[in-house]
Each structure stands twice: as C-alpha cells, then as structure tokens.
C-alpha cells in the first residue's frame, strides 16, 4: 500500500545545488535528467534543505538523523524511502559495527545520506564526479539502475570483512593447538562477538534487498530482476558463511575448553605424584623432629640410611604408578 506524501506538487523538479545548499555538507553529479545527491555526514541543516526542495515525509527526514533506524523500505507515490545498514569493522573495538545510509529515489533523482565510513560509496560518487564514461554508464539506465551499483558495491564490500573474519578462525585454530595459549579464550570471545555483530547487520539487510526489486521496478528503464537476484545470492552467501564461522567459532571454544580441562588434569596429576613421592620424606622428617630416641639416631650415617630408606620407597612408588600407567 503506498503511503502518501504530504505534499503535491504539479510537476517535479531537481533543484540545483548550487548558492543556496553552498553552505551545506552537500554534493551532487548529473547525467541528462538524472543527478544524483551525496550528502555525508547529514546534520539538520541539511535534511531542511531536503525538505524545502523535495517532497519528502518529515519522518522519512527525521530517519536520517536516527542511529538506530532498522533497515526498510518505505514506498510512497513519487518516490522511495530506504534505510540500508552495511558492516564497519572498528579496529579499536575489534567489532563490525552497522553504519546506515538513507536513500531517497524518484524519477530523476538518488539522494544518499551516510556517515561518510563507506569507502565503496564515496570511490563510487567520486569516480561519478570525475569520470564521464563512468558517469554515463551507471546513469544511461535509471535511478534504479544507479541504486543498484551502489547497493551492489556496498554488499561486494562485506565480503573482505568477511574474509578477515575467516583468517582470524584459521589463527585462532593454529594457536589452539600450540603451546601459546595465553589470551586465545580472549581472541576467541572477541571473534564470536564480531560474528555475532556481522550477523545482526545482515539479517535484515535480507529481508529489504530481497524486495527491492518489483518497488524499484519503475524508476529504471531495463529490467533489473536477474541483477536484483544476483545480489540477492551475495546476500545469501554472506549470510551463510556468517552460519558457518558461527558453528566452527563454537566448536573452536569447546575445543579450548576441552584443551583447557585436559592441560589442568596433567597438571593436577603430577603434582599429585611429586607429593605423593614426598610423602614418605615429610613422614620421615616429621618422625625424627621428634624429641625422642629413634634408631641410627647416634650413628654417623644416620641421614645416608634414612636417605637410602626414603629412595627405596619413593622407586617402589614409581614403579607402582608406571605399573598402572598412572604416570
């Protein structure tokens, strides 16, 4: 059901971005009838000058500004309303954080508003800017067409975060089974919390390119339904590599554990059998402390025969524990 705007207009028109946005943190690049508005880093100023000069819903506006906007499409009668969140990975957090962009898509027109942490998004507006072959290229077809290269870049780009998740698996899989294991429940738990992130970004992000399509249908001149499916199955690839690194990330920490339990059993068992062996010493110390007679008290190789007495039972010992294989 498409939802309408709140205003009417006779005919729509791109305004230039010209004196009156030239304060503003915005940039466009034109090809016949299309121009497309990339606008980072959006603040009030700039959703204001959107609402002056397009015919867009104050709440569609106000979903621009939000950081915890779900992703979605909202469809009305002139124009579209996205909300898409693409993985981040944060090297100070260590965690693939979501960074949203907000699309508007009319006839003639794309407007972009992000953060400006999208390095595909803004490579693809520049090389738009500067390239005319470019330019022509992705504009000859549609707005839809254009939405389509940007979308299509900025799933392509989960897939190296997605890469780098995988080659920290395979280190935390070596180190598992090497002695140096200090810190790995640490990258461990670091790596799930990362996977589960990428998860929560992605998850929706499904749901919204897989009914692209038939709403972005109008707004291109070819038609988009085999390129639309093929990003779809990127989508799905990437979700189903996300449900693998999950299972092989659990694995890996019961593995650990497992590892872990084990080491602190050999551990406990040898110390065990030294104290076991020392026992008959500590017996024997605690026998002589006493303030009594005691055999080879007088002698002169009294600590020679009770140091003999105590080898012979401490041999006797090994040989019982090696007998049963306890050691």
Request: with cysteine; hydrophobic share 40%.
């Given at each position: 059901?498409?939802?309408?705007?709140?205003?009417?207009?006779?005919?729509?028109?791109?305004?230039?971005?010209?004196?009156?946005?030239?304060q503003l943190n915005i940039e466009s690049v034109a090809w016949g009838e299309l121009t497309w508005i990339n606008i980072e880093q959006p603040t009030k100023q700039e959703t204001e000058y959107l609402a002056e000069n397009y015919p867009f819903h104050p709440l569609d506006l106000d979903d621009c500004l939000s950081r915890i906007q779900r992703p979605k499409i909202d469809v009305y009668d002139d124009y579209l309303f996205l909300v898409f969140h693409f993985p981040v990975f944060s090297k100070e957090a260590r965690v693939t954080t979501p960074s949203q962009v907000s699309v508007f898509i009319g006839q003639n027109y794309l407007i972009t508003l992000h953060k400006g942490?999208?390095?595909?998004?803004?490579?693809?507006?520049n090389q738009c800017q500067t390239d005319e072959e470019i330019r022509q290229e992705h504009f000859s077809q549609g707005s839809g067409y254009l939405l389509y290269r940007v979308v299509d870049r900025l799933v392509d780009y989960c897939l190296p975060i997605?890469?780098?998740?995988?080659?920290?698996?395979?280190?935390?899989?070596?180190?598992?089974?090497?002695?140096?294991?200090?810190?790995?429940?640490?990258?461990?738990?670091?790596?799930?919390?990362?996977?589960?992130?990428?998860?929560?970004?992605?998850?929706?992000?499904?749901?919204?390119?897989?009914?692209?399509?038939?709403?972005?249908?109008?707004?291109?001149?070819?038609?988009?339904?085999?390129?639309?499916?093929?990003?779809?199955?990127?989508?799905?690839?990437i979700w189903d590599a996300l449900d693998e690194y999950k299972e092989i990330i659990e694995g890996l920490n019961g593995t650990y554990d497992s590892l872990a339990a084990n080491r602190t059993n050999e551990?406990?068992?040898?110390?065990?059998?030294?104290?076991?062996?020392?026992?008959?010493?500590?017996?024997?110390?605690?026998?002589?402390?006493?303030?009594?007679?005691?055999?080879?008290?007088?002698?002169?190789?009294?600590?020679?025969?009770?140091?003999?007495?105590?080898?012979?039972?401490?041999?006797?010992?090994?040989?019982?524990?090696?007998?049963?294989?306890?050691?």
């Amino acid at each position: 059901m498409a939802i309408p705007r709140m205003r009417k207009r006779k005919k729509e028109a791109i305004p230039e971005v010209g004196k009156e946005a030239g304060q503003l943190n915005i940039e466009s690049v034109a090809w016949g009838e299309l121009t497309w508005i990339n606008i980072e880093q959006p603040t009030k100023q700039e959703t204001e000058y959107l609402a002056e000069n397009y015919p867009f819903h104050p709440l569609d506006l106000d979903d621009c500004l939000s950081r915890i906007q779900r992703p979605k499409i909202d469809v009305y009668d002139d124009y579209l309303f996205l909300v898409f969140h693409f993985p981040v990975f944060s090297k100070e957090a260590r965690v693939t954080t979501p960074s949203q962009v907000s699309v508007f898509i009319g006839q003639n027109y794309l407007i972009t508003l992000h953060k400006g942490d999208l390095k595909p998004l803004a490579k693809l507006f520049n090389q738009c800017q500067t390239d005319e072959e470019i330019r022509q290229e992705h504009f000859s077809q549609g707005s839809g067409y254009l939405l389509y290269r940007v979308v299509d870049r900025l799933v392509d780009y989960c897939l190296p975060i997605l890469n780098k998740i995988g080659g920290n698996i395979e280190t935390v899989e070596d180190t598992i089974f090497s002695e140096r294991v200090r810190g790995i429940v640490r990258e461990i738990s670091a790596l799930r919390r990362d996977i589960i992130s990428f998860r929560r970004i992605i998850w929706p992000l499904r749901a919204v390119i897989g009914s692209m399509e038939p709403k972005i249908r109008r707004f291109s001149k070819m038609d988009m339904e085999v390129y639309f499916g093929d990003m779809v199955d990127h989508v799905d690839k990437i979700w189903d590599a996300l449900d693998e690194y999950k299972e092989i990330i659990e694995g890996l920490n019961g593995t650990y554990d497992s590892l872990a339990a084990n080491r602190t059993n050999e551990v406990m068992r040898m110390l065990t059998v030294i104290a076991t062996i020392l026992l008959p010493l500590t017996v024997i110390a605690s026998f002589y402390g006493m303030n009594v007679p005691l055999p080879f008290q007088e002698s002169h190789y009294s600590f020679l025969i009770v140091f003999f007495i105590w080898a012979l039972v401490v041999v006797g010992m090994l040989y019982f524990f090696r007998r049963h294989r306890w050691i």
